[in-house]
């Protein structure tokens, strides 16, 4: 690829650059090296009551290597980095992350990714996006996005500010096994939070869209006024009784809930014994009707990639099926502890699917009938080790299918295990974010304390 506008490289400097950090970890007597080098620009832009606030330009690059010196089941691992791409500043590093495995003890985990597990094939994902956005145009977007947020009602009284961000970057992975690929990719946002009031009582809210491509987020006043309407339908937040009731988690909520088994499968929670499903492979773990897929392979996705911070060819699996965990999220270093072989997770999930369902939204409010919809959390009241559950949230009270008014200063509770089972229904009304895919997710009963 050929030099981009904002980058200092081309494609071919970077690989010359991991080429030498690769050549200088031999010649200290490396039995295996990895590195990544990488550089990234971009600007973000806030605006607050229609002012700008904060301008920042970014431009950031690093080098980082990973030395092992002897073999399994006797290698001893260091790592070190720096921002400097000089020849001198390479060498000093690898020799610190030489200097570092010396005084390591040895690890029977530690060392390269299986080489034939390597992905050799380069695999184009349409990941990169440039936004050549100036910082004038940057700031008018923001103020239309903030302008009709405040233009949903009167009662809309503050802002948090809206922002725009366009960031770009390129990297290159290699290893000493002769792996070396790189990889370009954009990431966009747009957000906007208000503060609506009314007799001294305030509430806050808030919506963001993110996309590789800046042509894909939403349209700036259609996303202000979203984020207005949601602040504005909070006020007259009322209490609850303390009572069992069905909760629905609106999608952004839903998402961090599968955010929780992602980390409870992840390798290092596994092998350390702090999840609560450990040994979960094979068995049920949610009601029959969900099902997660991961699909590393989507155009333009946000989680996207063909191969994971090892080099690890990534694949497109089933992770749930029919409720039974079917695959974990492992890295070389977790699997060999576990006993089992990577997934091509090193560094993380890859564009997690949760299937949807047939209802829409309305829909799930009328499956719910009577019960509680979560729209926010707060806390991190989650016991990792038991899957005990216990968060504060805000959102509404619904009777008969209908949203009748908005609740806040409640708790609800319950335990991990109990509410994947619980799982009654998922929505349609899928939303997108951080590599996840998921609509509103309706669970059949859990503690909600009030008053």
Not at 97 to 121: F, Q, S, V
């Amino acid at each position: 690829m050929p030099k981009q506008p904002g980058f200092t490289c081309d494609e071919a400097e970077l690989r010359e650059l991991a080429r030498a950090v690769l050549e200088r970890a031999r010649k200290a007597g490396a039995s295996g090296a990895s590195c990544d080098v990488s550089e990234a620009h971009g600007l973000t832009v806030t605006v607050r009551k229609g002012r700008p606030e904060t301008i920042e330009h970014n431009r950031d690059r690093g080098i980082g290597v990973t030395v092992y010196l002897g073999e399994r089941p006797r290698a001893h691992r260091g790592h070190a980095s720096t921002s400097d791409f000089s020849r001198a500043a390479i060498e000093q590093t690898v020799d610190a992350a030489t200097a570092i495995a010396r005084h390591t003890a040895e690890d029977d985990c530690a060392g390269l990714a299986d080489e034939a597990l390597l992905a050799r094939e380069p695999r184009s994902l349409d990941l990169f996006h440039p936004w050549p956005i100036s910082t004038e145009e940057a700031i008018a977007i923001a103020k239309r996005c903030e302008d009709a947020a405040f233009a949903v009602s009167p009662l809309i009284r503050n802002s948090e500010g809206a922002s725009v961000s366009a960031q770009q970057s390129q990297y290159v992975l290699a290893t000493s096994q002769g792996f070396m690929q790189h990889v370009a990719g954009s990431r966009h946002y747009l957000s906007c939070a208000v503060i609506a009031e009314r007799k001294g009582l305030m509430q806050r809210d808030d919506w963001y869209s993110a996309s590789r491509v800046p042509a894909q987020l939403a349209e700036p006043r259609t996303l202000g006024r979203y984020a207005g309407e949601r602040a504005a339908a909070r006020l007259g937040a009322r209490k609850i009784a303390t009572c069992q009731a069905p909760v629905l988690f609106e999608a952004p909520a839903a998402i961090q809930l599968i955010g929780h088994f992602v980390s409870a499968v992840n390798g290092g929670s596994l092998y350390r014994k702090t999840s609560f499903l450990t040994d979960s492979l094979g068995k049920p773990v949610f009601s029959p009707r969900v099902n997660i897929d991961e699909r590393p392979f989507e155009p333009r996705g946000m989680a996207s990639a063909f191969f994971d911070e090892e080099g690890v060819a990534t694949q497109q699996r089933s992770i749930v099926r029919g409720g039974v965990v079917e695959g974990y999220f492992l890295g070389s270093y977790s699997a060999r502890k576990l006993g089992m072989q990577t997934t091509g997770n090193a560094g993380g999930h890859h564009n997690l699917v949760v299937e949807p369902g047939s209802l829409d939204f309305r829909g799930m409010l009328r499956e719910m009938g009577r019960g509680l919809l979560v729209t926010e959390l707060l806390g991190h009241g989650i016991n990792p080790v038991t899957g005990d559950y216990s968060r504060g949230a805000a959102g509404f009270w619904v009777e008969g299918g209908e949203i009748c008014f908005p609740v806040e200063e409640i708790t609800i509770a319950g335990n991990l295990k109990d509410m994947f089972r619980g799982i009654a229904a998922v929505g349609n009304d899928v939303l997108v974010r951080s590599g996840r895919s998921c609509g509103s997710v309706l669970i059949e009963k859990m503690t909600i304390a009030g008053e």
